[in-house]
Every structure is written in structure tokens, then in C-alpha cells.
């Protein structure tokens, strides 16, 4: 379909961004197709007047874009740039070529089950992403969801918030975003605080809806539907048995009963994804263009986007699929290329994309040390102090091939002792134990490597109630750190009073009294934990104050009173 025209009292342009002509308009404002000074396709979205002249929204939504702009950008439709204090305040993201999920189900009905298990790990994915960076979507809805190549994309993410300034925003009966999919607490606050648990029913709701091509609590009308999700049972029938126990989970009424983001991620990857029965047409993209040569951007990530090219014969130009949208955000219809120019997402390549990097991504758990167990010292989980501790100058980060230590006595590692536990060399190998229910670390390499890096080490647990543990990034008492126990393999960033869990699996390859070589392979924003070779973990390291740090090797044991020792060879650590 052809794309809208500006109007005549449209601007032509915000910023330094060029309009060309409008993707849409909703509650909030219009979405429109722009270039950016370097010549890429951006969408923009320009906000009402009506919010622009409340200096109470104004507030809100910089503080909104500024978390919205620390979600990492896979499975998201990235937030480039914003002006709030501009007349016109508007938002700047990544234009995603792709039609949504409601125009691929009101065209072609519900999913065949296949397409719609990748769906559901790419959104799940999604919101691993935006809630590990502290946002919560509050309008996840089958409009929100753009298939494009490779990835669902979720866009409009968390913005929302920033409209609900004051009562005169909404009227009784009426709420801000799609009644739908909103969670029980969103309409009752009996049901509790409407945290990042919202989304994850909202998740249920559109997988449930892609699959079925129905809204699980359907009314004849808004307050209808309120009713239904307040006091029925979701309608799954039509739900494939592969997902069926998930979604019910997600809209579980009680929020404390649904999963995490990250629970849904690492489920999904653990349920065979059924066979192909058919493909979606709609769903196949063109090939895109090759993209301009790079340009200084103003944010730090800067997905790829489609150059502005000449119209011919046959190619893909944005400006000839754009149609009005989903209240908020560009919505595209796009028409079925010849096989040749096409490619299909696929539930294998999806799942082999985000296995590749979101396996245990972002979560928002947060462990909080109570006052009772920085009272007990037998409770005492925090790092213990050696008697012999590194010095205190931290010296320059390291960019190339860094450290190779067998451990087979003091060098880069020397022994230790504190009042929960020690390191000692012994039979060729560096020994952390730890007395009770502690953690220890050893004294390590000064060194602060920075960039990619890969860490590896041979480690061995003396008995399954022991955990190894590497930190890295690891500056004073902050970074990231990973725990190697018999039946589990977590990631976690360190604050100075919580733990994050970025990720965790459930898993039996650590087998105690036998060596296992653990390797933490860190990309950009990303980390991979392997074990023996095989990837068992992977997630996201969104802080970007972690971004260098010392890399550190100790025990923990958190379920025993007994001694528990963890033994270290053949550490290295490469950066470049």
C-alpha cells in the first residue's frame, strides 16, 4: 500500500531529521518515516501538543527514553535518539521493515505452529531485554510485534508510562494501551502493582491470539473484556500442546505465579519446536539493500538500516508499504516478493539466532542481602576478605592477549586465607574452600581487561555442594560473575548491596571430583558460559559502567554448614 502523505500542517522536520511522509498516529503522537543526517530511514515519532505543554510529561518522558535507550537492541526495534526538550518532544528509532502480527493473523489467521513457537521465544527474547534495562512495556500487543528478517521486532516499549501524568488522562471505563492484553493488576490494583509481570501476561495474550487468531478473554465490549480477564479462565483451545502449559502459566491471574522473561526464554528453548506445516507468505521479506558506509551516530548502537536508493523495477523501497498503523507505532503491510528476493523467519533460525545470544538473557530478579544475613556469619554470602589482598592501584585495561597461568603454584594467583576460607596451591592445583555457608576469592591477577575477552579455566568441584566461581569486569566490590554448581550455571551483575540474575540453567554437566574446563566468552554486551566446549548459558551485560574489570577465580557454598573446596588449573585469559 502507498504511503500517507504529510499534511500541510505537519513539520518537515524535527531536529536533524528529514519527515517524509507520516507511518501513522495514536494516543501519544504521529509516527513518521524520516532520514537521519547520514541518509538512513529512521521512524519518528513526534509527540502531541496537548503532553508537549505539560512540563510534568516533559520530565517523564526523558526519564523514559533514557531507560528505553539502555535495552539492548536484539529483538527490539532500537531507540536511536529523543528530544524532550524540543517544541515538538519526539523519539527516534530503528524503522523495522516487516509486517506486524496482527496483520499477518487478520490476513492469513492463526499460525501454524512452527512459526508461531519462534514468535514466541523472539518476544519472550524481547522482553528479557527491556526488563533487564529496568523498562516495562505496559502495551505488549500483537501491533507492537513487526516481523522482520531474521527476528520478531518489539517496538513501543515502555514510553507509555510517561503519559500517565495526571487522572484527565483517562475516565472511568477507559485505560491507557489495548484492554486485551492487559494483566488483571492493570485494571485491579487488588491484584497488586503492575510491575514488569504485566508484560509477561501480556505475552500470553499474543501468543495465545497469534495462534489461535483470537484474544483468549474476548468481550463484547472493553469493560466486557476487563470482566473476563478478572474472573475466567483464559480460552486456549486452538493453543498448540507444545506452548499450551506455558501461556496458561503467563496469564496466571496471581503475578507472583507467572514466569520472568528469562523463565519463558529458557522454557521455550527446552520444548522441541514443532515441524513446519506451511509457510506464511507474509512473512517472507525482501533482501535488503546494502547499507551506506558507516557514520558517526549520536547513540552507541546503530542497527543496520536500508539506504534511500532510487525506485526500479522489482526492488523494495519503504516508502511503497507504508500504511496507517496500531495506535502507537508503524505498522507495515508488504506484498509477496518472488522467492527469489525473499527470506522466511524460521522457528530453526530463530531459535539458532537467539540461542546464539539470548539463552538466559536480561532478568529483572533482584536478591537483596536482608539485615539477618549480614548479621549471622553464617549467612554471610558477600565476598570475604584475604589477608593478602591486591594492591590498590588498578592499572590500565589490557586490549590484547593477556594471561596464561597453569595454577600449578603462586604466580599470578598467590594463596590466601580469610576467616571463611583460603587458597592454597596443592597437588599441582589452586584450592579454594570455604568453611559454611560463605563465598571466598582468591587473590588474582591486578590486571583490568577491557574489550572482548575469552577466560577460561579447569575447574573441579570437590563434592556437589560446592560452587565454583569466576568474576570478571570486576572492579571493588562490582562486576559480573558466574557460579558453577553440580545442578546449575548462573550469571549475575555484583552491585555493592544486590545480585541481578541475568540468567540461569538448570543444568547436570558438572560432575563433581572431575575436571571441567568453564569458558566465559565475552562479545560487546554480550557473555557466553560454556561448559566443556558445549554453550550452557548466555545473557546480556547491560551496565554500562562494567566495562572493564579484573578477572577473579573463588568458591561458594550456599546450602551446606560443612567445608566445601573448589579446585583451579590451566587458567588463561585473551582480550582482542
Not at 521512524?43 to 508537549?52: C, D, F, L
Not at 472493553?222 to 478478572?230: E, F, K, P, R, V
Not at 536478591?367 to 558477600?382: H, K
Not at 541475568?502 to 562479545?523: D, R
Request: one cysteine or more.
Amino acid at each position: 500500500m502507498a504511503s500517507r502523505p504529510l499534511r500541510p500542517e505537519d513539520p518537515r522536520r524535527l531536529g536533524d531529521y528529514r519527515l517524509l511522509a507520516r507511518l501513522g498516529a495514536g494516543g501519544m503522537g504521529t509516527v513518521f518515516l524520516a532520514r537521519d543526517p547520514q541518509g538512513r530511514t529512521v521512524a519518528v515519532k513526534a509527540i502531541r501538543s496537548e503532553y508537549a505543554d505539560n512540563e510534568e510529561f516533559r520530565a517523564r518522558f526523558r526519564s523514559e527514553v533514557d531507560r528505553a535507550r539502555q535495552v539492548p537492541p536484539f529483538c527490539t526495534a532500537a531507540v536511536l535518539d529523543a528530544d524532550p526538550d524540543h517544541d515538538t518532544p519526539y523519539l527516534v528509532v530503528e524503522y523495522v521493515d516487516g509486517p506486524s502480527l496482527q496483520e499477518v493473523v487478520e490476513e492469513h489467521g492463526s499460525m501454524p505452529a512452527g512459526d508461531l513457537h519462534g514468535v514466541a521465544v523472539g518476544v519472550a527474547a524481547a522482553l528479557t531485554a527491556i526488563h533487564g534495562a529496568g523498562v516495562i512495556h505496559r502495551d505488549l500487543k500483537p501491533g507492537n510485534v513487526l516481523l522482520s528478517v531474521g527476528l520478531p521486532k518489539v517496538i513501543d516499549f515502555g514510553i507509555s508510562r510517561a503519559l500517565d501524568i495526571t487522572s484527565r488522562h483517562t475516565r472511568t471505563g477507559h485505560w491507557m494501551g489495548t484492554v486485551d492484553y492487559m494483566a488483571p493488576e492493570r485494571l485491579d490494583p487488588g491484584f497488586g502493582a503492575a510491575t514488569h509481570k504485566a508484560d509477561i501476561f501480556a505475552w500470553g495474550a499474543v501468543i495465545a491470539f497469534a495462534g489461535t487468531g483470537r484474544t483468549p478473554f474476548h468481550g463484547e465490549t472493553d469493560m466486557a473484556t476487563g470482566a473476563q480477564i478478572l474472573t475466567k479462565p483464559p480460552n486456549l483451545d486452538g493453543v498448540p500442546p507444545s506452548l499450551a502449559d506455558i501461556v496458561e502459566r503467563a496469564l496466571t491471574k496471581d503475578p507472583r505465579r507467572r514466569p520472568t522473561a528469562n523463565e519463558l526464554v529458557q522454557q521455550l528453548l527446552v520444548v522441541r519446536a514443532p515441524k513446519q506445516a506451511r509457510s506464511l507468505k507474509l512473512v517472507r521479506v525482501p533482501k535488503p539493500r546494502p547499507a551506506p558506509a558507516p557514520a558517526p551516530a549520536p547513540v552507541v548502537s546503530r542497527p543496520a538500516q536500508r539506504s534511500a536508493g532510487r525506485r526500479s523495477a522489482g526492488r523494495f523501497d519503504p516508502r511503497d508499504l507504508i500504511d496507517e498503523v496500531s495506535p502507537d507505532g508503524p505498522r507495515r503491510v508488504i506484498p509477496t516478493p518472488s522467492p527469489r528476493r525473499s527470506g522466511l523467519i524460521t522457528p530453526r533460525r530463530l531459535i539458532y539466532a537467539l540461542g546464539t545470544l539470548l539463552v538466559g538473557a536480561v532478568t529483572v530478579t533482584t536478591v537483596t542481602i536482608s539485615q539477618a544475613d549480614r548479621t549471622d556469619p553464617a549467612n554471610d554470602l558477600r565476598v570475604a576478605p584475604a589477608t593478602a589482598s591486591p594492591t590498590a592501584t588498578t592499572p590500565l585495561a589490557q586490549a590484547g592477549p593477556a594471561v596464561s597461568d597453569s595454577l600449578r603454584g603462586p604466580g599470578r594467583f598467590r594463596e590466601s586465607s580469610g576467616p571463611t576460607g583460603r587458597c592454597q596451591f596443592r597437588d599441582g592445583r589452586l584450592r579454594a574452600s570455604v568453611q559454611g555457608r560463605a563465598t571466598y576469592q582468591c587473590v588474582g591477577p591486578p590486571e583490568s581487561f577491557a574489550a572482548d575477552q575469552s577466560i577460561s579455566v579447569s575447574l573441579e568441584l570437590a563434592d556437589d555442594k560446592a560452587c565454583g566461581m569466576v568474576w570478571f569486569r570486576y572492579t571493588g566490590e562490582r562486576g559480573y560473575q558466574v557460579t558453577a554448581c553440580t545442578e546449575e550455571i548462573q550469571l549475575e551483575e555484583l552491585g555493592s548491596a544486590v545480585l541481578n540474575s541475568i540468567g540461569k540453567v538448570q543444568t547436570k554437566v558438572l560432575t563433581p571430583l572431575t575436571p571441567h574446563e568453564v569458558t566465559i566468552a565475552v562479545q560487546a554486551h554480550h557473555a557466553t558460559v560454556s561448559v566443556d566446549g558445549v554453550p550452557s548459558l548466555q545473557g546480556a551485560l547491560a551496565n554500562s559502567d562494567l566495562a572493564a574489570g579484573r578477572v577473579q577465580l573463588g568458591v561458594t557454598n550456599t546450602s551446606s554448614p560443612a567445608a566445601s573446596e573448589v579446585s583451579f588449573a590451566d587458567f588463561r585469559v585473551l582480550v582482542g
